[in-house]
């Protein structure tokens, strides 16, 4: 387990992107068989991605999404429409790829691998895709305490990267996806979202997976008292995560960090994956470099987040269910963006005439 | 070949989707794991479809983008960066492989169908993907007369409707893509969607493939010279076709109509594409039903010409390559809809408690 002095040293060994090899990459697309700069948004994704792993023609063997699971104190205060026994549940629906991740992510030839960081139930699974990193069962409700000790922030945090290394030591992974499971885990989001942005509650606050009118007002109300009562330091990302965010929160934060570290693109889910993305971001700037948007969620205040990261997201499809489903569609068009740069013919090669 | 007084018994054969199937998949999805509408637009998609083949759980197994290449004559007043010989040029890239939609179709799982419906070179190609459909080399240029007969205007469409049978017919087609290659064809695109819109030309031309200022102005002139000289019949899609349109254009008018005959969901491509699919919905509005905008294409005007088919686009990546490309990328969306509807479990079947 990566202590608090060893988490300092890790985010140390995370290094810039190395844009000449995002000019090369650009430089060949100049010579591919199209107009320069027609396939758009594919062409800047290539590029970005040549930087960041610096490889002037990168390859995406190798997908794989953490889908990390963990409860919340604060859904007593009634802030979610399903109850919290379906945390539990839907990760055995994962692990019996009957899940929306599932079938997403086959589709998309990635692996999953499952974990349980914060589960407030006893989970009793012996399946290759699942990690047993349960830091505690479920967060204490930020409404009068902080969610977590500092420690369990920095375990979480650990726990992921932990997660990340081995798995990509067991085949080096091309592209990271994230996703998360948790009932009541757009409040610790929205609440990261709220203390980073320093917006106004009301602004940035949506309704999950479908709260109505009161279950909203409950929820602005849970996150002005935990930040009230806890009093985040905004330039701390353990602090936030301590106090109001989440175990599969934390989890994410090193799954990010690992990937940085790592030198691998990785695709930022939704409005959860996302505040797990700006408290990296607070632990170390140069990881944004690393991340991509893979949509923009339905959830209000996603935008926002997006604004922080200054990321512009790739899909924008309506979507607001979390579990990784954004990233892993988001991937047919990552790898749509690689293959073009590996596989079209150039002018030369193809005996085309260029423009005019 | 499909003459005139045909092809209107054709247009007629095209019906209406049938919705109580579309709700059918509604009340499927809304029993399936994740929080009802959470997977927006991939919730929509696969209701569309399923109204589309009248199957409550449609799949898609076999994918066929249909990409037809000609020449126009309007090139001669200096409206493309490229010269005319890329069209060739491109036909043997597509053909060896070598092409973005090549890569595009292969990583969709998708098959592709080329066909030379008016280029204005003689091809020699004996390849199982190529079909001659050869109308003309190329069509007259606009600013002095029409640029095609009557005629050939309805030979181009019933090729299209032909090449598309033949293909359904070899093996039932599932989801179909649109694509086109010819150098000078935004012009004609333009012209018919200024005829069709009524729109200041200005505010509807692009660069296409990325004209200067002065070939912009170039570009506007001949298409005002066009219209004024032609006097296209706004509500007549064989008149606008012969005037101001193009062969390949003709032809994916057909396979547009041939789709919504055969009741199959038809992604249409950008700017060209969508062009044809304005003159399909002039021949038949009921053919609209059956039409999903693959994206918004980087093309000034595109955005109008979807306003006009009342069709959000799928994806929005700043892309302007034409050939199907925008189709290719769509198409994962389409199938991960589609996916989703088959392959998820119900909250009974996996034991999961739905909403409170």
Redesign the interface.
């Known amino acids: 387990m990566i202590e608090m002095i060893d988490l300092k040293d890790y985010l140390k060994g995370i290094e810039s992107v190395e844009t000449v090899y995002g000019q090369k990459a650009k430089e060949r697309e100049d010579r ?11 062409e800047e994704l290539a590029i970005e991605i040549a930087s960041m792993k610096r490889e002037a023609i990168p390859r995406i063997n190798r997908k794989v999404i953490f889908t990390f699971a963990g409860d919340h104190g604060v859904v007593a205060e009634g802030v979610s ?3 919290q ?2 945390t539990p ?2 990760v ?2 994962f692990i ?1 790829n ?3 991740i ?3 992510a ?2 998309a030839g990635a692996d999953i691998v499952i974990a349980d960081l914060g589960v407030a139930a006893d989970l009793n699974i012996d399946h290759p895709n699942f990690r047993d990193r349960k830091i505690n069962r479920g967060t204490g409700n930020f409404t009068n305490g902080p969610a977590m000790t500092r420690e369990e922030a920095v375990k979480s945090i650990s726990a992921g990267i932990e997660i990340f290394e081995e798995e990509h030591r067991k085949g080096k992974i091309d592209l990271v996806g994230t996703g998360e499971m948790g009932i009541g885990n757009t409040t610790p989001a929205a609440a990261i979202l709220a203390v980073i942005s320093g917006e106004n509650i009301e602004n940035i606050v949506g309704r999950g ?2 709260i109505d009118d009161d279950g909203l007002i409950r929820k602005i109300s849970a996150i002005k008292r935990g930040i009230e009562c806890n009093q985040p330091d905004k330039n701390d990302g353990i602090d936030i995560l301590q106090k109001v965010g989440g175990y599969e929160i934390g989890g994410l934060v090193g799954v990010i960090l690992g990937a940085a570290r790592n030198r691998v693109p990785v695709l930022i889910d939704g409005f959860i994956s996302t505040s797990a993305a700006l408290l990296a971001r607070l632990l170390n700037p140069v990881s944004v470099q690393y991340m991509l948007a893979s949509h923009l969620s ?1 959830e209000r205040g996603h935008g926002k987040m997006l604004e922080i990261l200054n990321k512009k997201p ?8 979390g579990e990784g ?1 954004g990233a892993a ?1 988001a991937m ?2 990552v ?2 963006a690689v ?2 740069l590996n ?3 150039t002018f030369e ?8």
């Open positions: 591919l068989t199209k107009p320069r700069g027609s396939l758009g948004r594919l429409a399903f109850p026994e379906v549940q839907m055995y629906n019996n009957g899940a929306a599932n079938v997403l086959r589709q997976t479908g339905d790739i899909l924008d499809l309506g979507m607001r269910l489903t569609l047919h068009i790898e749509a293959r073009i596989e079209m013919a090669s193809a005996g085309v005439s260029s423009k005019e």
